[in-house]
């Protein structure tokens, strides 16, 4: 049976986080469950990454070599993900035609949907369905367009930490990889990946991204307002964050801070309900049952229970280690298990390999 490493490098505003995973092939290319055999994150100093697009490729590079020391990765290939801003994602019927002819196709076809001219971009398509149209067969799907400055910064920054890109994958879809979520009684989820700048949300349906939203804010932003609030450092900001929580009773001396914090988690949560309600309402019939939380900024206290409460569905915390073995050096870190939830999109990145 033939073996192959693949590693997926998820670099976010304040990490960089990598994950190598072995795939085995057999006969007809079917493969066995993946093994994930290391993964680890390094911080990122400020402002080398804003609004999740890398400005500092060099600053990156570093903490990327330096992740590679410390978790000895076995080579120097590597899947890069994307997702911030400039990173457009739309369902889009289009004729029916074999694939690669229909990729060919986008240019022509997207010219009028993007807002950057289509020899700025860089444009991909996924198709999620098909159906009989008013003039033939159509397929349905989501239409991807990154803009080149954005990939050629991060692949500046890979190459500066003397790796190799090898692909480059919409974040989003490697959450729909790293998350099985559907069983006989759930068919249809919503991911949510809350990063310090940039919220990923995915509606997943049947095992499909149907829907995929990127929206500008993040956990980052809600300790943006409490240390705007009481003027204090960011790293005291975020210590408060965390221990005030949503929703819970706090001492007088944290008033301010609890608003602060209150009013940036309300708008994230109403801008993640919303993105569940217009997919509930241009999908009849098929709303999200449940919902998966992960990233880094996830974990903030009260925030899963506000969020279960405002789109009345269940949320739990994301296991993407649920998806792969774990090889015996990954067991031995006792702190993956507790974190995985931090790791979904470089897991999901490596795991393409397999799709």
């Not at 073996?3 to 007809?28: C, F, H, P, Y």
């Not at 469950?33 to 400020?46: H, I, W």
């Not at 570093?62 to 400039?86: M, Y």
């Not at 001219?117 to 159906?131: C, H, K, M, N, Q």
């Amino acid at each position: 049976m033939a073996k192959t490493r693949v590693i997926g490098l998820d670099i976010g505003t304040t990490q960089v986080r990598a994950t190598e995973v072995e795939l085995s092939a057999g006969r007809g290319g079917r493969g066995g469950q993946p093994t994930l055999l290391r993964a680890g994150e390094v911080p990122l100093p400020f402002g080398a990454v804003r609004d999740g697009e890398v400005s500092e490729p060099s600053t990156v590079g570093t903490a990327i070599k330096q992740l590679w020391s410390q978790q000895k990765f076995s080579h120097k290939n590597v899947v890069i993900g994307i997702g911030n801003q400039r990173v457009v994602v739309r369902e889009l019927d289009l004729p029916a035609m074999p694939l690669p002819e229909l990729k060919a196709s986008l240019p022509f076809q997207v010219q009028d949907l993007l807002p950057v001219a289509v020899e700025d971009a860089i444009l991909d398509y996924l198709p999620t369905g098909s159906r009989a149209g008013e003039h033939g067969p159509v397929v349905s799907g989501l239409l991807v367009a990154a803009t080149k400055d954005t990939v050629r910064a991060n692949i500046a920054a890979v190459r500066a930490a003397g790796l190799r890109p090898v692909s480059v994958d919409l974040s989003a879809f490697a959450l729909a990889r790293a998350l099985p979520a559907v069983s006989d009684d759930v068919h249809t989820v919503a991911l949510v990946d809350i990063g310090a700048r940039v919220t990923t949300v995915v509606i997943v349906a049947n095992g499909v991204p149907s829907l995929v939203r990127l929206l500008p804010t993040g956990g980052q932003d809600a300790t943006d307002a409490v240390q705007q609030a009481l003027n204090v450092p960011t790293v005291e900001a975020e210590a408060l964050k965390r221990q005030i929580g949503f929703g819970y009773a706090t001492a007088p001396e944290h008033d301010a801070a609890a608003r602060a914090l209150a009013t940036a988690t309300t708008s994230l949560v109403e801008s993640i309900r919303n993105t569940f309600v217009y997919y509930a309402a241009s999908h009849p019939g098929a709303a999200a049952q449940a919902v998966y939380l992960t990233g880094g900024a996830s974990q903030l206290p009260g925030l899963g229970q506000y969020l279960s409460s405002a789109s009345r569905l269940p949320v739990t915390l994301g296991q993407p280690l649920g998806s792969v073995a774990l090889g015996r050096g990954a067991a031995l870190d006792g702190r993956l298990a507790e974190e995985q939830h931090r790791l979904a999109v470089s897991v999901g990145l490596a795991m393409g390999a397999a799709a």
